[in-house]
């Protein structure tokens, strides 16, 4: 009797929104390894999150934000490294976030060993970047950003182009809010970075 070989076949798995689906650390981890074009979280209780690809206008917007944070860096004097809505960083409280832009200080990033910068970077940014498309829930952005800040960045940007609204959060601070800025300061935490707002909100495609 000639055994014949089971085809494997690789099929997509769709989920209900209202369900989560837990996963560990080492888990999420391989999941994210096999499935390099997705933007994967893990919240702290372990609750896995997909985010879907953004539009196009969202994608310009976030690249342009990445590149003026990049110039500040190499231009300006800058003093720390940068990263992309690719990065993985793992928070204190075990959660991993992929903020849409990042700063870390050139001494928290040198602290770190090679095989940390490696993989998923074990700390909180000093300063992140979450700029909402209209797929986003606005309450759940405010509870990424407030859980950054509890784990130990200084200064966060929530950018709504919807609404040409910011907000703003500091480490030990009320959450300030912006309507149609002029421009955004990096303060004490990015000493001479400043975002002009028309520069993010204006997109000629």
Known sequence: ????PIKSETVTLQLPWDLNLQV???QFAAIAAVNPELK??????????VTPPTGGETGYRNIRIAYFLVKWIEEEGGNGIAFDS???FTLPNGANRSPDAAWVSIARWQALTSAQRKGFVPLSPDFVIELRSESD?????????QEYIDN??????LI???????????????????V????LSGEMVLPGFVLNWERVYSVKL
Do not use: C, H
């Open 1 to 4: 009797m000639i055994a014949t």
């Open 24 to 26: 560990t650390p080492e």
């Open 86 to 88: 690719s990065t993985g």
């Open 40 to 49: 994967l979280e893990r919240t702290a209780t372990g609750d896995l999150i």
């Open 160 to 178: 709504d182009p919807q609404q040409r609204q910011v907000q703003i959060y500091r480490a030990g601070q009320g959450v300030e809010i912006g």
């Open 137 to 145: 829930s606005f309450a759940k952005l405010q509870s990424k950003l």
């Open 180 to 183: 149609n800025p002029s421009q």
């Open 152 to 157: 130990g960045t200084q200064l966060g940007w």
